[in-house]
């Protein structure tokens, strides 16, 4: 009964977390459209004059959000391999834009050095867990290239955590964008990698 319930909980959490990449990667897309304006060293000015950084970075880093969904599915690995192929193929494609486009935009980051740092850690931490990960499948260790993809999976939904986080800040919190943006950045992507490892523990114990 115990194992059902969780099962279900399970399923509910990775339908939510699904929805939430597939919203993102819709807000990602919507990107293409910033232009010109906004006050000098605003964030919309920003991305108007970084050129092709901006389109590749939140085209390649909303396609692979989008993709997230369909290789977590069990029932893809299960019953389409070579589907869940063929979105592994292209993750890797869109990933490596995606960080070297987010690394080179990490230089000239909103909120100065303390941001920028918090950004070229996660582009560098995106394409270093992906390589771990196409290693491990290239070696045929699975269970090697499931862990490492799964981290690769918390990378890139940093974008998600830093959107709810600095929700929280400003929302509830009352903090002022120019604060809870830096705070978000430092605190995406450890909070995701700590959540992803805490699940990999929990998975390996019920094994």
């Not at 000098?40 to 692979?64: E, I, M, Q, R, T």
């Not at 771990?132 to 862990?147: E, F, I, K, N, Q």
């Amino acid at each position: 009964m115990q194992a059902r319930i969780a099962d279900r909980l399970w399923t509910v959490a990775r339908t939510l977390f699904g929805a939430l990449c597939l919203l993102m990667a819709y807000a990602s897309f919507q990107y293409q459209y910033v232009r010109s304006g906004g006050s000098p060293g605003s964030l919309p000015s920003k991305f108007a004059s970084a050129g092709l950084d901006v389109p590749a970075h939140f085209f390649a880093s909303g396609l692979a959000l989008a993709l997230v969904p369909v290789q977590l599915s069990p029932a893809i690995r299960r019953h389409w391999p070579a589907l869940h192929r063929l979105g592994g193929w292209l993750s890797v494609v869109v990933i490596v834009l995606g960080g070297l486009s987010g690394l080179s935009l990490a230089r000239d980051a909103h909120g100065g050095a303390v941001t920028a740092t918090s950004f070229a850690i996660i582009a560098l931490g995106w394409l270093y867990t992906l390589w771990r990960g196409m290693r491990a499948v290239l070696a045929r260790d699975l269970a090697g290239h499931r862990r490492w993809m799964a981290r690769c999976i918390a990378v890139s939904s940093a974008a998600i955590s830093l959107r709810l986080f600095q929700a929280f800040g400003m929302g509830v919190l009352g903090l002022p964008f120019e604060v809870a943006y830096p705070f978000s950045a430092w605190l995406c992507w450890p909070f995701n990698l700590l959540a992803c490892e805490w699940l990999l523990h929990r998975a390996g114990r019920q094994r």
